[in-house]
């Protein structure tokens, strides 16, 4: 049985902090108009949120930028949403906490209109950001088609943030990006590697430039590209992603051959995690123990 999940996956250059959402309104209406078979649709992180002014002034303005989930900005996303009838994940956006903190933080709306998940990005890129980091991973369902983890930049750096999101029953990672720099080759292999370990679609989406060095991708749970973009252009990939391929790779191995949720039987002593002060317990290694 298939269970497709049409994306539209978005490298753009990041818009204004200050603008106001009809602007992004009018980039979202054009991508639906243009491809409107879209059912889930990602932008890059920080998408809503450029800064321009000089380095020194830049966690200044993205101050300046944050705001609130529960404030009106947030709210026109989530009307967006249910007036295109979509899932829209805007990238991530300045969050202002409640104690005045500052959090990278991806958003994901509901065709209904409803902020349907929130992640605070937990692996900030230190030093050079400014955010506090989240404390919590997340998972959300899209009825039909499967369940989608959320893995901000930096965050896929560190194997214990897919390997734990694949844990909790993701089938795709969305992994939003603004990178600028000169490490966007070893991200590529990062995201093949992210998918093949934990068995699991993932999608890279990278700001364009001048800003950003672009070269998204979607990755299948064998760690084959599906569709790249060839350079730091802006560009819309498109894709039907079929979730059913994971159950096939976990029940079937990646290549017919390496079956990593199902190492362990229940017979298997525990293995201790000594970094992470635990441990592994054979007994609910497997996803299957999450759904």
Known sequence: MSRPLPIAVVQAPPRPAAEPVSGFAEEVGRLVERFPQTRLAAFPELHLCGVDGPPGRTEEQMRDAAVPLTGRRVAELGELAGDLGIWLLPGSICERGPEGELFNTALAFSPDGRLA??????????????????????????????????????????????????????????????????????????????????????????????????????VDPEGRVRTEAPDAGATVLTDVLDLDDVTRVRTFGTAGLNRMWSQFTDADAPVDLPLYGGRIDPRTWSPAHRR
């Open 117 to 218: 998940a929130s992640y605070r990005k937990v692996f900030p890129w230190r030093p050079y950001e400014p955010f506090a980091p989240g404390d919590r991973f997340v998972v959300l369902d899209v009825p039909e088609a499967g369940r989608v983890g959320f893995a901000i930049c930096y965050d896929a750096w560190f194997p214990e943030v897919g390997r734990q999101l694949a844990w909790m029953g993701a089938e795709v990672i969305v992994n939003p990006v603004m990178t600028t720099t000169g490490d966007r080759a070893q991200e590529l292999v990062l995201a093949r590697a992210n998918a093949i370990v934990n068995q699991v679609f993932v999608v890279s989406v990278n700001t364009a430039g001048p800003v950003g060095t672009g070269r998204s991708l979607v």
